[in-house]
Each structure stands twice: as structure tokens, then as C-alpha cells.
């Protein structure tokens, strides 16, 4: 059954036009008529009501939510986070997926933006002056995560270099005079917004210039598993393996299982996120810990605020922490 | 800057009502007309745009896939199939979050019938012969996946009962005579669509009811890792806990570790479902993989021959297989 504006005109005794006017959210209608014909629209399930109804709002409670990725439980996380905040407001989200590809990162924003979402969150792959101005444009409030976009779009994470530069001063203190760093994502410098990594990268890179007996290698291939086989095996100094992200170090600690080095005693491993899988894995990854959920949390109120007319800072740092367990 | 109808109506040479009606898809205008108000509309980005375009198509090029869990990995992996088969059609797709609250799915349902998606992929929580009219009213394409609906609402997944009565089989073959069969989820059972761990449940039970020798306990409690040290302390015969997901198999293993309990040599234990983290587990889970990606994809692709206007399939099971790995 498909309602017209013709049958709510019947109905309220009124003109198209006046029902034209209501819906659209136009002047020249009194304020009673217009009331009466959004209840008989409603009333009468007229779908394109919920626009007009949100156009008479300015808003319609909905947010975007644009991550690359749902593999790393990281973004699971943190969006079941951002959903529960935003509901707790009254917001819906709507949650799209940019499988890190940069034009379609921009179709989807736009798509967001027809559908005239009230503000986006966003885990962008786009980066510099050319989403800065298009998020700037949009007109619509953006918080990003993961990936910093400019000084000029609210930004809510960690502090990763300096998170990392306290995981490189861990691993010093447990006596490792060597690291090998395994971050495959920097060999997308340049291409892609790699924010994150290349955060952690400096504050590996700072906290070595602190430690000068600490000898180091990084580690960007795409074949990194090899790589790290072969530099163990070039010297007799126990090293300490520092990944960028838990998803490596699983992968790296597997690895090592299958080639019989021993971790601890025959390598160390560390890793960062602390996703929730690895609960499950043995030897227990030592890692940093950030509150993923209050990130997501915060996003989500900020967002909100911003919205609501509100000023939000720029850049929101949560806190970290390393979790000692047994594999350095 | 924004872009009224007015200044539309303007450059166009036409009246405010004529780029209405043109906005709107209302007759009453020539279709050269239409067609130069739609062209201007668009160049100077006017956003409602987006809307009346896609009531002239008939079409909004946008899928909602409804997800009540993001947590277990088995979502992740579809979702990411699905929109890559979405895309690869020229679909946008909108994901959003029920967490298994029945009120919400209905909410975000109407939410996206508002917004005028072409169709819906969802894993439902509500059941029987509500929410199945709701979704025949809403006169949009839908198809279910986990859970199913009813034989009205086409259902996109593997054959559980099959595939357990299997598992059920592969643990006799073991020369296992006792099991402990872990559902949690069945505890819901009348609450809320539990269709996936009911049908697995009865492949079970059909199983050792065509194998006389063996013996069963079903553990449905919250607390069911204290069940289970309880049940597998009150015989000598040894056990194998047979998981209706292997998201208890990884909490089985690990209680079973922290206990002191050795696998398989005192218990064995099977999961369901193959999630991709059990790569990084030990012993590696012996577990019923089946093809997520596969159901991903083919629930985009019927949803969109649906949408196209072609019969669908009101089942369609994708295969499963057993993985053999070191724990039973």
C-alpha cells in the first residue's frame, strides 16, 4: 500500500501543495496544519515522511561510522563500543566498510552525506589537505580514530609514539641489548594514511636514540616471517621481537613454534593492542593495552557534542598500559 | 553553501512547483524538463538530490545488512564478503548492530526501510510470524542467514542439524563413548531466534539416538565451564566435549589448561565453525569448518537477483566439512 501526497491532501482537507509544504519543511503554512498533516502522514505509514520529519529536525539521529577494516578485532571492539554511546543518545549508526580503498572511502562519505547522517566517525585511508577540505565542505561533524587526518579534524586515539617508546624502554629493562621491529604496514608510506604505524615507528626510533646499547632492525617486508628467520639467525644475541600490532606477533609467535625457536628463551616477543584473542593463545603475549572501548565511547560523545553545537577538543588521548605476561 | 530549490527553479527558467515535481518524480512534467532540473540540481550538489534521483531509478543502490553480534569472527568474514559482492554489483552497503536486543532489530529495520535501501541481508533475533510479516509488509527485498525466519523468507547458510549429526559420528569413529555437548545459547530457547544452536542441537541428539553407545550430558548453563569440571570428574570414562560453537571451545580449552586437564589426552574437545583465529591455538581445535565467505557472498548475490526481480531460492546450504586437527 502506497501512500501519496494526494491522499494526505484528501484526508487533512488541504492542497498538494500544502502538504508539499509541510513535508519539505517550507514556509508559508501555519503551524497547526502542518502538525496535523506530519500525524496523518504518519498515521498512514507515508514513508517519505521520515525525511521530511528530519528535515523539520535539521537532523535525523543517525550517525555514519567508516572503518577499512573489520578483520583486527580492534575495530569490532571499539564500533560495538560506538554503537552502544550513540544508542545511549538516541542516535542509529550505520556502519560502511572502505576495505582500505581510497576512492571508495570518498563514495561512501558522500553516500553518508546524501543520506544526510547528523556527524561521521571515521577510521580514515584518505589523507593530507584533499580530505581535510573535503571533510571541511561536508559541513557535518567528523571525528576521526586510528588515522590522523590534520591538526584541524578532532582526533581521538592514543599517544602512540609515546605508548611505544615505553614498550622499547620494557624490553631494554628486561635486559635485550637487540629488537627486531616488525611493521609491515610502514612499506605503504606515502600511499595511504598510515598514521598509526608510522607514530609507533618514531617512538621506536626515539626510544633507541635514548638506549644506545640497544642494536635494532626493521622489519617492512611483506615477507616478513622469512626476513625474521633469517636476521635470528645471524647472531647469537637473544632478540627482542617488537610488532606494531598483536595481529603480527600472533603471526610471528606461530612462526616460531613451527621453526622450533623457543619463546622466551630463544626469542622474545611483544606486541600492542591487546586484542581479545589473546586470551586464548599460549605463551602469553606481553603487549600495551589501550582502552579500545573508551575510545569508541568518547568518539561516539564527542561526535554527539559536536553536533549538538558543542565544542570538542581537537585530540582526545586515552590512556595505555603495558601487560607483562610471558613471552619476553 | 547551500543549494535551495529556488535557485534551481532560476537557472532552470521554471517555477519552484516544476523543479518539485522534478525533484519528486511527480507527472505533470515533460521529460526534457525533468531531466535539465536533475542535470542543474546535480552540478551545483544540490543533496536532496540523491534522494529524488534514486525515486526516479526506482532504486537507492544501498543494501542493509543487519547484524546482531560483531564479536564472534564468523560475522567479520561474511560481512566482509558480502560487501564485496555488494560493490562488485555497484552497491553501497550499510551495516548496523542490534546486539540481540529484539526491540532494536525493529527499530533499525523501519530505520532502513526509511532510508529506502533496495534490500536487506539479515541475521535476526525476532521470530515466527511478526517479524515474518513485518518483513513481507515492507515490500523490500530480504534475505536471512544464521538465523532463519520461516519458509516465507529466503535463508542463505549450511544444513546445522546435518553437519552436527556428523561431528556426533567423527567423535564415535574416535572410539569416544561419552560427551559432553556445550550450547550455551539454547538456554534462550522461546526468548529469542536461536534457529542456529537448535538445529545443531538436534542433529546431536539424532545422532546418539542412532548410536546407542554412547552416553550424554547437554550443559546449557552460564556457568558451564564449572558444569563441565563437575561432569568430567563424575566418571572415569573420558570425554569428549563436543562445542556448538568453537567460540566455547577456545573457553573450554583454556579453563581446561588452567585446570590442569590435558587435551586429548584426558578430554577431547570439538568446535564448530572454523573461526580464523583458531590458526594461532594449541592443540590446534578440531572444529566443522564451512564456507562463511561462500554465504556472504551468495546472500549479496540473491539479494540482488531479488531486487532485480528473480526468483530466489527460499534455502540455499553451502558445504561444511570436518577439520581434523589435534584435539580429539
Redesign the interface.
Known amino acids: 500500500m502506497k501512500v501519496t501526497s494526494k491522499q494526505i491532501a484528501e484526508l487533512c482537507g488541504v492542497t498538494r ?1 500544502t502538504v ?1 509544504r509541510a513535508l ?1 519543511n517550507r514556509p508559508g503554512i501555519n503551524e497547526a496544519t502542518r502538525e496535523k498533516i506530519m500525524k496523518v502522514a504518519g498515521e498512514l505509514g507515508y ?1 517519505p515522511h ?2 521530511a520529519q528530519s528535515l523539520v529536525k535539521g537532523q535525523t539521529k ?1 550517525l555514519g561510522i567508516v572503518l577499512f577494516d ?2 583486527n578485532r580492534i575495530f ?2 571499539l ?2 563500543a560506538f ?2 554511546e550513540a ?1 545511549r543518545h538516541g542516535y ?6 572502505t ?1 582500505k580503498d581510497k576512492a ?1 572511502e570518498i ?2 562519505l558522500n ?1 553518508l ?4 547522517v547528523d556527524g561521521i566517525a571515521m577510521s580514515p585511508v584518505n589523507m593530507g589537505p584533499t580530505l581535510d577540505s573535503f571533510l571541511k565542505e561536508s559541513g557535518v561533524p567528523v571525528v576521526t580514530f586510528t588515522n590522523r587526518v590534520s591538526a584541524k579534524v578532532p582526533f581521538v586515539w592514543i599517544d602512540d609514539k609515546q605508548a611505544m617508546k615505553t614498550a622499547v624502554h620494557h624490553i631494554a629493562s628486561k635486559g635485550y641489548q637487540r629488537i627486531l621491529y616488525v611493521s609491515p604496514p610502514l612499506r605503504y608510506k606515502g600511499k595511504s594514511n598510515i598514521y598509526v604505524p608510522e607514530q609507533r615507528y618514531k617512538g621506536f626510533i626515539e626510544a633507541c636514540t635514548e638506549l644506545p646499547d640497544i642494536s635494532y632492525t626493521v622489519i617492512t617486508d611483506y615477507d616478513y616471517l622469512e626476513s625474521l628467520l633469517r636476521l635470528i639467525a645471524e647472531s647469537d644475541e637473544k632478540p627482542a621481537i617488537l610488532c606494531s600490532s598483536d595481529i603480527y606477533a ?1 603471526d610471528v ?2 612462526f616460531l ?1 613451527v621453526n622450533d625457536i623457543r619463546i622466551p628463551e630463544q626469542a622474545g616477543v611483544m606486541g600492542f593492542d591487546n586484542i581479545d ?1 589473546l ?4 605463551p602469553a603475549l606481553t603487549t600495551i593495552d589501550f582502552h579500545v572501548d573508551e575510545i569508541g565511547r568518547r568518539a561516539a560523545e564527542q561526535l554527539i557534542a559536536s553536533i549538538q553545537g558543542r565544542d570538542i577538543p581537537r585530540r582526545t588521548h586515552v590512556g595505555y598500559a603495558i601487560i607483562e605476561r610471558d613471552s619476553l
Chains 1, 2 share one sequence.
Open positions: 501543495g508539499d519539505n514513508r521520515f525525511l543517525t573489520m578483520y569490532s571492539q564500533f560495538h554503537e552502544a544508542r542509529f549508526v550505520y556502519l560502511v566498510l576495505n571508495l563514495e561512501y553516500n552525506l546524501d543520506r544526510k600472533l609467535m606461530r613454534k584473542i586470551h586464548y593463545v599460549d
